[in-house]
């Protein structure tokens, strides 16, 4: 049984940072591209980032590169999301989330995951 669970998240001050952490089980995780998604309040759930099943290719919304940094390690079924620089635009609860498929643009969309994480709020203060 496939699960991920996502943790880290928690309320800063903007210009702060943060690094979630989803911890997956019941996969063969060095096979698998991995995304993280966020959904803010009246909003639907938006792209952040994505992971390549080595770690080797990465893929950034527009509004989170060079803020944002995903990373991932195999031998510990773990993927982060290292979040700097944050801003109140990005309070969401954040996701984690298995591919289906290896990385392509394809990652950027939601219909190419899935299993899902139950989510971690992040609240970021002005």
């Known amino acids: 049984q496939v699960q991920l669970a996502e943790s880290g998240g928690g309320l800063v001050q903007a210009g702060g940072s943060l690094r979630l952490s989803c911890a997956a089980s019941?996969?063969?995780?060095?096979?698998?591209?991995m995304g993280w998604f966020r959904q803010a309040p009246g909003k639907e759930r938006e792209f952040v980032a994505a992971?390549?099943?080595?770690?080797?290719?990465?893929f950034y919304t527009d509004s989170v590169k060079g803020r944002f940094t995903i990373s991932r390690d195999n031998a510990k079924k773990m993927v982060y999301l290292r979040m700097t620089s944050l801003k109140p635009e990005d309070t969401a609860v954040y996701y984690c989330?298995?591919?289906?498929?290896?990385?392509?643009?394809?990652?950027?969309?939601?219909?190419?995951?899935?299993?899902w994480g139950q989510g971690t709020q992040v609240t970021v203060s002005s």
């Open positions: 989330a298995k591919s289906q498929y290896p990385l392509t643009s394809n990652s950027r969309t939601a219909t190419a995951y899935d299993y």
């Open positions: 019941g996969l063969t995780f060095s096979n698998i591209c």
């Open positions: 992971v390549s099943y080595n770690g080797g290719s990465t």
